[in-house]
């Protein structure tokens, strides 16, 4: 992941889009992260023909080409299916732009070096006009200083410390939270035997 | 010291802070299912890693089997039951597949199995881990990146939240249910009402419900966004806490699980119980629910633009006319099932309904016991009969079923579905299908009418 994200915007300005809308179901019946690009907002992209839906925004151009998405409130709420997030990737979205997301989805979006900058509603609604008019301008993320800037537009956003150093860093969070063994088992060692939970098999 | 009961529960278990500024917790107990398990388990693999403490993690099979039958319904669904099975046979972590006596819904099989005692601290794979704040303990869902990292380190990643009290106070009328009070509290807060928030649930109306209540409630608080859900523990806690195959072997203290009387919340929110009215959604979202009594919205009751397409966009995927009276919507099927609603308690209530009537020509009506041993309990009691007898089909084997489609039970484009499950999104049980959210027992109520139907007609029925 780089520091700045570049692309173009798509305007998608539905409020509460699930991760069943994202991902539907049928897409979620595989042991892999891989090939789920096609099932990446397949409601809304094809019909049940399986037609291209022309009307829906990543279908017509310049949005065809977008990496960025301008989303409504509530952006990623429902299920905590990871498989949406690996799909966006898949299809080449890089950053969503929304007033705020649920969080589940926030936290697999940082594990998978999705940037997710929280803006206000006055920036998100202008950011939203923009994308609309502009007819394919470029629109940049500056992860690192917090900061949109295109066409008349400059804001700042939000973003916690540790999502921001993830997405910089595009570390693996597995292996680097095992160089803390040792307080893990400091930890453990404190808990009496109440406090160990055994599963019966 | 002055400190909410989420503040004590994320205090017990920080093992260290980070120097990204998160911080490390302690995962006391990890649930796994068949879906959201396959690739933490490949990423395991990938990178050497072993399980950290494999007697910490159960897996149950209960998002794509069958119902029907102990035998997967396709070859895609047997791949993801069976490489969750060779997963927990490799790593020691004990496996409660198909055919299992304990098999069932996770979030139904864990308090039955007597693994969650106030205190701990769980996470699931599963959004509706919310459902353990029942019971005191921290539980929330997690993705499969998150569900990889506590396998191989029994820790996560964590922030602390902030807090929301949500106070539910006065006593509620005759046929409000738990569903009822998380709907109305849906539709209070809003769907991302609560995003970035643990929301601990208080008041009388709350502290009156039965465990299985409370499961109901803190299981749809992930509906308003909540990252976690929280009630106090008390004399009901301890009492359900009993005579299951875990009880007694696992006891978190050293703090009383409760908010200090001093606690601050960052944000509160006050219902009136006596308020509350049975609720149905009309729309795709959680919060769009209306009482019973009431009229679908027409788009001229609201001013803004955006608020107004939104109803609009809801009403056509619905096939509703606006203004329409909630009690003149027809349904074609009628599902009991899902972690919110599928409990014996919640079997009970619907049987109430259904004693005695039958359900209305042309409807559908199929109800799915949360777990093996919740269906074996219900056929003791007679409910099976009961619900037979109405005409309801009852399904041999336990899973989330119709709550989201993932299995063979599947509705079809345009199909009406009077549903007791959590979420009525476009398409969750199944492309063009119309969910209705609402209690049990008025899935009953609908069945038997074949429309949305209010349980307090049918109440005062049956006591004439």
Partial sequence: MNKTIKGIAAPLPLTNVDTDVIMPKRFLITITREGLADGTFADLRFESSGQIQPDFVLNKAPWTQAN??????????????????????????????????????????????????????????????????????????????????????????????????????????????????????????????????SVRK | MNRTLYDKLVDTHKVCDLPDGDMLIYVDFHIMNEYTSPQAFSGLDSKGLNVWRPEAHLAVVDHVNATRSSEPHDAASKLLIDNLGANCTKHGIAFYGLGDPRQGIEHIVVPEQGLVVPGMLIACGDSHTTTYGAYGALGFGIGTSEVEHVLATQTLRYKRMKTMRVTVDG??????????????????????????????????????????????????????????????????????????????????????????????????????????????????????????????????????????????????????????????????????????????????????????????????????????????????????DIFEAAGFEWRPEAGCSMCLAMNDDIAMDGERVASSTNRNFEGRQGRGARTHLMSPAMVAAAAVTGHLADVRDFKQETST
């Avoid at chain 2, 502290?207 to 803190?218: F, Q």
Wanted: net charge negative; hydrophobic share 45%.
């Fill in chain 1, 68 to 197: 960025i998405l301008i989303v409504g409130d509530n952006f990623g709420c429902g299920s905590s299916r990871e498989h949406a997030v690996w799909g966006m990737r898949q299809l080449g979205i890089d950053a969503c732009i929304g007033t705020g997301f649920a969080g589940i989805f926030y936290d697999n979006a940082r594990k998978n070096g999705l940037a997710l900058p929280i803006v206000s509603t006055d920036t998100r609604d202008r950011l939203l006009q923009f994308a609309n008019n502009s007819n394919g301008a470029e629109v940049t993320i500056d992860l690192a200083a917090r900061k949109i800037t295109t066409g008349e537009i400059s804001a700042s956003f939000e973003m916690d410390d540790a999502t921001q150093t993830a997405l910089i860093r595009g570390r693996d969070d597995t292996l680097d939270s095992l160089e803390y063994a040792d307080a893990i088992h400091a930890f453990e060692a404190n808990l009496d035997d109440k406090m160990r939970v």
């Fill in chain 2, 171 to 384: 006593e509620t009328a005759p046929g409000v249910t738990a569903k009822d009070i998380i709907m109305k509290v849906v539709q209070v807060v809003g769907a991302g009402g609560a995003n970035g928030f643990a929301v601990e649930f208080a008041g009388s109306a709350i502290r009156g419900l039965d465990v299985a209540g409370r499961m109901t409630v803190c299981n749809m608080a992930v509906e308003l966004g909540a990252r976690a859900a929280l009630i106090a523990a008390d004399d009901i806690t301890k009492a359900a806490l009993k005579g299951h195959a875990h009880s007694g072997q696992f006891a978190f203290k050293g703090e009383n699980w409760m908010s200090d009387p001093e606690a601050v919340f960052h944000k509160e929110v006050t219902i009136a119980g006596t308020d509350i009215e049975p609720l149905i959604t009309w729309g795709t979202s959680p919060d769009q629910s209306v009482p019973i009594t009431a009229n679908v919205p027409v788009a001229s009751d609201y001013v803004s633009p955006k608020v107004k397409a939104a109803l609009e966009r809801s009403l056509k995927y619905m096939g509703l006319t606006e203004g329409q009276s909630a009690k003149s919507i027809e349904i074609d099927t009628a599902f009991i099932g899902s972690c919110t609603n599928s409990r014996i308690e919640d079997l009970r209530e619907a049987a109430k309904i259904l004693e005695g009537r039958k359900v209305a020509t042309g409807v559908e009506a199929i109800v799915v016991p949360g777990s093996a041993m919740t269906r074996i309990k219900a056929e003791a009691e007679g409910l099976r």
